[in-house]
Protein backbone atom coordinates (compact mmCIF):
# COMPACT_ATOMS: atom_id res chain seq x y z
CA UNK A 1 0.00 0.00 0.00
CA UNK A 2 1.49 3.11 -1.00
CA UNK A 3 0.24 7.09 0.62
CA UNK A 4 1.07 10.05 -0.93
CA UNK A 5 0.96 12.89 1.94
CA UNK A 6 0.15 15.97 -0.49
CA UNK A 7 1.02 19.63 -0.92
CA UNK A 8 3.09 20.12 2.06
CA UNK A 9 3.99 23.61 2.71
CA UNK A 10 7.02 23.05 4.55
CA UNK A 11 8.97 19.49 5.74
CA UNK A 12 11.45 19.40 8.70
CA UNK A 13 13.19 16.59 7.76
CA UNK A 14 16.22 16.01 10.17
CA UNK A 15 18.00 14.59 6.91
CA UNK A 16 21.46 16.59 7.21
CA UNK A 17 21.08 16.32 3.01
CA UNK A 18 17.64 18.29 3.19
CA UNK A 19 17.18 20.20 5.84
CA UNK A 20 13.85 21.99 6.06
CA UNK A 21 11.97 22.35 2.68
CA UNK A 22 9.26 23.20 0.76
CA UNK A 23 6.14 22.81 -1.27
CA UNK A 24 7.17 18.70 -1.35
CA UNK A 25 5.22 15.40 -0.92
CA UNK A 26 6.12 12.45 0.58
CA UNK A 27 5.45 8.89 -0.43
CA UNK A 28 4.57 6.31 2.31
CA UNK A 29 5.39 2.63 1.24
CA UNK A 30 4.01 0.14 3.65
CA UNK A 31 5.41 1.28 6.67
CA UNK A 32 8.25 3.55 5.31
CA UNK A 33 9.71 7.08 3.70
CA UNK A 34 9.73 5.90 0.05
CA UNK A 35 9.94 9.10 -2.12
CA UNK A 36 11.08 12.92 -0.97
CA UNK A 37 10.32 15.37 -4.02
CA UNK A 38 8.59 18.52 -4.64
CA UNK A 39 4.89 18.54 -5.02
CA UNK A 40 4.79 19.39 -8.79
CA UNK A 41 6.64 15.89 -9.60
CA UNK A 42 4.99 13.79 -6.64
CA UNK A 43 3.40 10.16 -8.22
CA UNK A 44 0.67 8.40 -8.03
CA UNK A 45 -0.33 6.37 -4.68
CA UNK A 46 -2.78 3.81 -3.50
CA UNK A 47 -4.52 6.97 -1.53
CA UNK A 48 -3.77 10.69 -0.94
CA UNK A 49 -3.48 12.62 2.88
CA UNK A 50 -3.99 16.45 1.37
CA UNK A 51 -1.55 18.58 3.76
CA UNK A 52 -3.27 21.12 2.46
CA UNK A 53 0.20 23.78 2.91
CA UNK A 54 0.60 23.09 6.44
CA UNK A 55 4.00 21.87 8.02
CA UNK A 56 4.83 18.59 8.34
CA UNK A 57 7.59 16.84 10.67
CA UNK A 58 8.70 13.55 11.92
CA UNK A 59 6.30 11.96 14.60
CA UNK A 60 7.82 13.10 18.24
CA UNK A 61 10.62 10.72 19.79
CA UNK A 62 10.10 11.01 23.76
CA UNK A 63 13.34 9.17 25.17
CA UNK A 64 12.27 8.98 28.77
CA UNK A 65 8.82 8.28 30.34
CA UNK A 66 7.67 6.44 33.83
CA UNK A 67 3.96 5.14 32.51
CA UNK A 68 3.75 2.12 34.37
CA UNK A 69 2.29 3.37 37.80
CA UNK A 70 -0.76 3.14 39.63
CA UNK A 71 -2.89 6.27 41.30
CA UNK A 72 -1.61 10.14 41.19
CA UNK A 73 -0.24 12.69 43.27
CA UNK A 74 -1.62 15.67 42.94
CA UNK A 75 -1.98 16.45 46.45
CA UNK A 76 1.87 16.49 46.49
CA UNK A 77 1.89 18.67 43.20
CA UNK A 78 -0.28 21.29 45.22
CA UNK A 79 1.62 21.13 48.09
CA UNK A 80 4.52 21.96 46.08
CA UNK A 81 3.12 25.09 44.61
CA UNK A 82 2.51 25.92 47.66
CA UNK A 83 6.02 26.24 48.87
CA UNK A 84 6.68 22.85 49.49
CA UNK A 85 9.94 21.24 47.71
CA UNK A 86 10.35 18.46 45.62
CA UNK A 87 12.89 15.18 46.97
CA UNK A 88 11.75 12.41 45.46
CA UNK A 89 10.42 11.26 48.49
CA UNK A 90 6.62 10.65 46.70
CA UNK A 91 8.27 7.73 44.95
CA UNK A 92 7.61 5.65 47.99
CA UNK A 93 3.89 6.58 47.78
CA UNK A 94 3.68 5.66 43.64
CA UNK A 95 5.46 2.47 44.50
CA UNK A 96 2.91 1.38 47.46
CA UNK A 97 -0.20 2.34 44.99
CA UNK A 98 1.85 0.24 42.09
CA UNK A 99 2.20 -2.71 44.46
CA UNK A 100 -1.45 -3.08 45.34
CA UNK A 101 -2.99 -2.27 41.07
CA UNK A 102 -3.59 -5.32 38.88
CA UNK A 103 -1.45 -5.61 35.66
CA UNK A 104 -4.96 -5.00 34.13
CA UNK A 105 -4.85 -1.79 35.87
CA UNK A 106 -1.03 -1.27 35.04
CA UNK A 107 -1.79 -1.81 31.49
CA UNK A 108 -4.74 0.44 30.81
CA UNK A 109 -2.76 3.30 32.61
CA UNK A 110 0.15 3.07 30.75
CA UNK A 111 -2.18 2.19 27.49
CA UNK A 112 -3.90 5.35 28.07
CA UNK A 113 -0.79 7.43 28.37
CA UNK A 114 0.60 6.14 25.40
CA UNK A 115 -2.49 7.37 23.75
CA UNK A 116 -2.55 10.60 25.19
CA UNK A 117 1.22 11.35 23.87
CA UNK A 118 0.03 9.75 20.62
CA UNK A 119 -2.45 12.58 20.25
CA UNK A 120 -0.16 15.01 20.81
CA UNK A 121 2.30 13.71 18.06
CA UNK A 122 4.38 11.13 19.92
CA UNK A 123 5.10 8.52 17.54
CA UNK A 124 7.99 6.67 19.79
CA UNK A 125 7.67 6.69 23.61
CA UNK A 126 10.32 4.69 26.07
CA UNK A 127 8.91 3.45 29.40
CA UNK A 128 10.82 2.72 32.60
CA UNK A 129 9.67 0.61 35.27
CA UNK A 130 10.72 1.93 38.80
CA UNK A 131 7.53 2.06 40.90
CA UNK A 132 7.41 -2.08 41.52
CA UNK A 133 11.24 -2.35 43.22
CA UNK A 134 10.45 -6.01 43.95
CA UNK A 135 11.70 -8.64 42.03
CA UNK A 136 7.89 -9.75 40.95
CA UNK A 137 6.95 -5.83 40.58
CA UNK A 138 9.54 -4.34 38.70
CA UNK A 139 9.10 -8.05 36.04
CA UNK A 140 5.25 -7.78 35.75
CA UNK A 141 6.00 -3.79 35.24
CA UNK A 142 8.10 -4.36 32.36
CA UNK A 143 6.00 -6.90 30.76
CA UNK A 144 3.31 -4.38 30.52
CA UNK A 145 5.95 -2.00 28.91
CA UNK A 146 6.95 -4.77 26.67
CA UNK A 147 3.66 -5.32 25.39
CA UNK A 148 3.04 -1.59 24.34
CA UNK A 149 6.12 -0.22 23.44
CA UNK A 150 9.48 -1.58 21.88
CA UNK A 151 11.59 1.01 24.00
CA UNK A 152 11.75 -0.09 27.51
CA UNK A 153 13.65 0.16 30.20
CA UNK A 154 14.42 -1.34 33.71
CA UNK A 155 14.87 1.40 36.64
CA UNK A 156 14.76 -1.10 39.66
CA UNK A 157 17.37 1.45 41.02
CA UNK A 158 15.04 4.31 41.17
CA UNK A 159 15.32 4.44 45.17
CA UNK A 160 15.38 2.18 47.82
CA UNK A 161 12.55 0.60 49.10
CA UNK A 162 10.97 1.25 52.15
CA UNK A 163 11.67 -3.02 53.29
CA UNK A 164 15.18 -2.14 52.59
CA UNK A 165 15.36 0.88 54.31
CA UNK A 166 19.16 1.11 56.11
CA UNK A 167 20.26 -1.31 53.81
CA UNK A 168 20.95 -0.02 50.62
CA UNK A 169 23.74 -2.58 49.91
CA UNK A 170 21.27 -5.55 50.09
CA UNK A 171 18.66 -4.03 47.93
CA UNK A 172 21.85 -3.39 45.19
CA UNK A 173 22.93 -6.51 45.05
CA UNK A 174 18.97 -7.71 44.89
CA UNK A 175 19.06 -5.42 41.42
CA UNK A 176 22.28 -6.50 40.56
CA UNK A 177 21.30 -9.79 40.68
CA UNK A 178 17.69 -11.89 41.04
CA UNK A 179 16.07 -8.46 39.51
CA UNK A 180 17.55 -8.41 36.49
CA UNK A 181 18.11 -11.54 35.46
CA UNK A 182 14.06 -11.32 36.27
CA UNK A 183 13.23 -8.25 34.38
CA UNK A 184 16.57 -8.89 31.33
CA UNK A 185 13.88 -10.42 28.75
CA UNK A 186 11.48 -7.24 28.40
CA UNK A 187 14.16 -4.87 28.84
CA UNK A 188 16.02 -3.58 26.51
CA UNK A 189 17.69 -0.54 28.68
CA UNK A 190 18.91 -0.31 32.65
CA UNK A 191 18.52 3.22 34.13
CA UNK A 192 19.43 4.14 37.72
CA UNK A 193 18.76 7.35 39.53
CA UNK A 194 22.38 8.32 40.69
CA UNK A 195 21.73 11.52 43.01
CA UNK A 196 22.12 11.81 46.61
CA UNK A 197 18.88 10.13 48.75
CA UNK A 198 19.01 7.81 45.83
CA UNK A 199 22.05 5.23 44.33
CA UNK A 200 25.66 7.06 44.69
CA UNK A 201 28.28 6.52 41.63
CA UNK A 202 29.56 3.38 43.19
CA UNK A 203 25.98 1.20 43.56
CA UNK A 204 24.89 3.20 40.07
CA UNK A 205 28.19 1.63 38.74
CA UNK A 206 26.93 -1.59 39.88
CA UNK A 207 23.62 -1.92 38.73
CA UNK A 208 24.52 -0.49 35.58
CA UNK A 209 27.89 -3.09 35.14
CA UNK A 210 25.17 -5.72 35.87
CA UNK A 211 22.75 -4.27 33.16
CA UNK A 212 25.20 -4.38 30.30
CA UNK A 213 26.09 -7.76 31.34
CA UNK A 214 22.54 -9.39 30.26
CA UNK A 215 22.35 -7.10 27.31
CA UNK A 216 21.11 -4.07 28.35
CA UNK A 217 22.08 -0.89 27.27
CA UNK A 218 22.96 2.22 29.71
CA UNK A 219 21.45 5.45 30.37
CA UNK A 220 21.18 7.20 33.94
CA UNK A 221 19.05 10.08 35.74
CA UNK A 222 21.58 12.31 36.32
CA UNK A 223 22.38 15.35 38.11
CA UNK A 224 19.02 16.48 38.73
CA UNK A 225 18.08 17.77 42.10
CA UNK A 226 22.14 18.93 42.27
CA UNK A 227 25.12 18.53 41.24
CA UNK A 228 26.98 14.88 41.36
CA UNK A 229 28.62 11.80 39.52
CA UNK A 230 25.91 10.93 37.23
CA UNK A 231 26.82 12.70 34.03
CA UNK A 232 30.38 11.90 34.27
CA UNK A 233 29.68 7.89 35.15
CA UNK A 234 27.15 7.89 32.12
CA UNK A 235 30.37 9.58 30.21
CA UNK A 236 32.43 7.20 31.39
CA UNK A 237 30.61 3.97 30.39
CA UNK A 238 29.50 5.05 26.90
CA UNK A 239 25.44 5.47 28.02
CA UNK A 240 23.44 6.56 25.58
CA UNK A 241 21.87 9.22 27.69
CA UNK A 242 22.16 11.35 30.75
CA UNK A 243 19.03 12.45 31.74
CA UNK A 244 18.12 15.74 33.02
CA UNK A 245 21.49 17.42 33.72
CA UNK A 246 19.79 20.65 35.39
CA UNK A 247 22.86 21.11 37.45
CA UNK A 248 26.54 20.58 35.30
CA UNK A 249 29.93 22.34 35.79
CA UNK A 250 31.72 22.88 33.41
CA UNK A 251 33.59 19.07 33.53
CA UNK A 252 30.50 17.98 32.91
CA UNK A 253 29.88 20.04 29.92
CA UNK A 254 32.71 18.90 28.54
CA UNK A 255 32.51 15.43 29.18
CA UNK A 256 29.53 15.02 27.56
CA UNK A 257 30.86 17.15 24.37
CA UNK A 258 33.74 14.55 23.99
CA UNK A 259 31.09 11.63 24.33
CA UNK A 260 28.40 9.81 22.09
CA UNK A 261 26.15 10.36 25.19
CA UNK A 262 23.13 12.63 24.59
CA UNK A 263 22.11 14.95 27.02
CA UNK A 264 18.34 14.85 27.56
CA UNK A 265 16.37 17.43 29.11
CA UNK A 266 12.94 17.31 31.38
CA UNK A 267 11.19 21.06 31.10
CA UNK A 268 8.33 19.24 32.58
CA UNK A 269 10.20 17.83 35.51
CA UNK A 270 11.37 21.84 36.09
CA UNK A 271 8.46 23.24 35.58
CA UNK A 272 6.42 20.75 38.13
CA UNK A 273 9.04 21.22 40.70
CA UNK A 274 9.34 24.48 39.93
CA UNK A 275 13.20 24.40 39.65
CA UNK A 276 15.40 26.22 37.46
CA UNK A 277 16.00 24.95 34.45
CA UNK A 278 19.01 23.60 32.32
CA UNK A 279 20.98 26.08 30.01
CA UNK A 280 20.32 23.73 26.80
CA UNK A 281 22.14 26.47 25.06
CA UNK A 282 25.21 26.23 26.62
CA UNK A 283 25.02 22.52 25.47
CA UNK A 284 24.19 22.67 22.13
CA UNK A 285 27.16 25.71 22.17
CA UNK A 286 29.88 23.35 23.37
CA UNK A 287 28.61 20.58 20.77
CA UNK A 288 26.43 18.50 22.63
CA UNK A 289 23.55 16.53 21.30
CA UNK A 290 20.08 17.53 23.04
CA UNK A 291 17.42 15.39 23.35
CA UNK A 292 14.16 16.31 24.79
CA UNK A 293 11.30 14.19 26.55
CA UNK A 294 8.47 14.50 29.04
CA UNK A 295 9.66 12.46 31.68
CA UNK A 296 5.87 11.73 31.85
CA UNK A 297 5.47 10.21 35.57
CA UNK A 298 2.98 11.05 38.33
CA UNK A 299 5.65 13.06 40.80
CA UNK A 300 7.83 15.07 38.84
CA UNK A 301 6.19 15.64 35.49
CA UNK A 302 3.01 14.19 34.66
CA UNK A 303 2.60 15.41 31.21
CA UNK A 304 2.63 13.36 28.13
CA UNK A 305 2.71 16.86 25.92
CA UNK A 306 6.15 17.24 23.47
CA UNK A 307 4.65 20.61 22.52
CA UNK A 308 4.42 21.34 26.09
CA UNK A 309 8.31 20.34 26.45
CA UNK A 310 9.16 22.00 23.02
CA UNK A 311 7.32 25.50 24.19
CA UNK A 312 9.32 25.37 27.63
CA UNK A 313 12.67 24.58 25.72
CA UNK A 314 12.52 27.39 23.78
CA UNK A 315 11.33 29.59 26.19
CA UNK A 316 13.32 28.49 29.32
CA UNK A 317 16.19 26.92 28.33
CA UNK A 318 17.12 29.27 25.46
CA UNK A 319 16.58 26.45 22.44
CA UNK A 320 15.83 27.89 18.86
CA UNK A 321 12.41 26.48 18.12
CA UNK A 322 14.09 24.50 15.15
CA UNK A 323 17.07 22.86 18.04
CA UNK A 324 13.78 22.40 20.39
CA UNK A 325 12.03 20.19 17.56
CA UNK A 326 15.46 18.65 16.21
CA UNK A 327 15.89 17.68 19.89
CA UNK A 328 12.17 16.13 20.55
CA UNK A 329 12.11 14.32 17.34
CA UNK A 330 15.82 13.01 16.33
CA UNK A 331 18.06 14.12 19.66
CA UNK A 332 15.65 11.49 20.94
CA UNK A 333 15.97 8.99 18.57
CA UNK A 334 19.98 8.89 18.98
CA UNK A 335 19.26 8.99 23.12
CA UNK A 336 17.77 5.69 22.18
CA UNK A 337 20.33 5.01 19.74
CA UNK A 338 17.87 4.59 16.99
CA UNK A 339 18.73 5.93 13.27
CA UNK A 340 15.23 4.60 11.74
CA UNK A 341 13.17 6.70 13.63
CA UNK A 342 13.03 10.86 14.15
CA UNK A 343 13.52 11.98 10.87
CA UNK A 344 11.95 12.42 7.12
CA UNK A 345 14.27 10.47 5.32
CA UNK A 346 14.23 7.18 2.34
CA UNK A 347 13.93 3.77 4.53
CA UNK A 348 13.03 5.72 7.49
CA UNK A 349 9.84 4.80 9.63
CA UNK A 350 6.73 6.49 8.51
CA UNK A 351 5.84 8.26 11.45
CA UNK A 352 5.15 11.76 10.57
CA UNK A 353 3.03 14.99 12.38
CA UNK A 354 0.68 17.33 9.94
CA UNK A 355 0.27 20.12 12.20
CA UNK A 356 -2.36 22.78 12.18
CA UNK A 357 0.36 25.30 11.39
CA UNK A 358 2.10 26.62 8.69
CA UNK A 359 5.42 25.92 10.37
CA UNK A 360 7.12 24.02 12.91
CA UNK A 361 7.88 27.65 14.64
CA UNK A 362 4.12 27.57 15.18
CA UNK A 363 4.66 24.79 18.06
CA UNK A 364 6.80 27.67 20.49
CA UNK A 365 4.62 30.07 19.13
CA UNK A 366 1.52 29.12 20.42
CA UNK A 367 1.86 27.22 23.55
CA UNK A 368 -0.81 25.10 24.64
CA UNK A 369 -2.40 25.20 21.39
CA UNK A 370 -3.56 21.71 20.44
CA UNK A 371 -1.44 22.03 16.89
CA UNK A 372 -1.79 18.17 15.78
CA UNK A 373 -3.94 17.80 13.11
CA UNK A 374 -3.06 14.02 11.97
CA UNK A 375 -0.68 11.99 13.27
CA UNK A 376 0.75 8.86 10.77
CA UNK A 377 2.39 6.12 12.92
CA UNK A 378 3.86 3.48 11.00
CA UNK A 379 2.71 4.91 7.67
CA UNK A 380 -1.09 4.11 9.22
CA UNK A 381 -3.01 7.46 9.64
CA UNK A 382 -4.44 7.91 13.45
O1 LIG B 1 12.67 11.38 36.56
N1 LIG B 1 14.03 11.40 39.44
C1 LIG B 1 13.57 10.32 39.56
N2 LIG B 1 12.49 9.84 39.00
C2 LIG B 1 11.46 10.60 38.38
C3 LIG B 1 10.47 11.10 39.37
C4 LIG B 1 9.63 10.04 39.88
C5 LIG B 1 8.58 10.48 40.84
O2 LIG B 1 8.65 11.55 41.47
O3 LIG B 1 7.64 9.68 40.96
C6 LIG B 1 12.01 11.70 37.53
O4 LIG B 1 11.82 12.90 37.78
FE1 LIG C 1 12.64 10.22 35.00
Known sequence: MSLLVANIGELFTNDPGLGIVHDVAVVVEDDRIAWIGPMSSAPAADSVLDADGAAVLPGFVDSHAHLVFAGDRAAEFGARMAGEAYTGGGIRTTVAATRAASDDELRRNARRLVGEALRQGTTTIEIKSGYGLSVADEQRSLRVAAEIVEETTFLGAHVVPAEYAGRP??????????????????????????????????????????????????????????PGPGVRLAVELGA?????????????????????????????????TRSPYPDGRRLLDAGVTVALATDCNPGSSYTSSMPFCIALAVREMRLTPSEAVAAATVGGATALRRTDLGRVSIGARADLIVLDAPSHLHLAYRPGVPLIRTVLHHGVPQ
Request: with cysteine; glycine share 8%.
Open 169 to 226: GDYVDLVCGEMVEAVAPYARWVDVFCERGAFDADQARAVLVAGAKHGLGLRLHANQLG
Open 240 to 272: ASADHCTHLDDADVDALASSDTVATLLPGAEFS
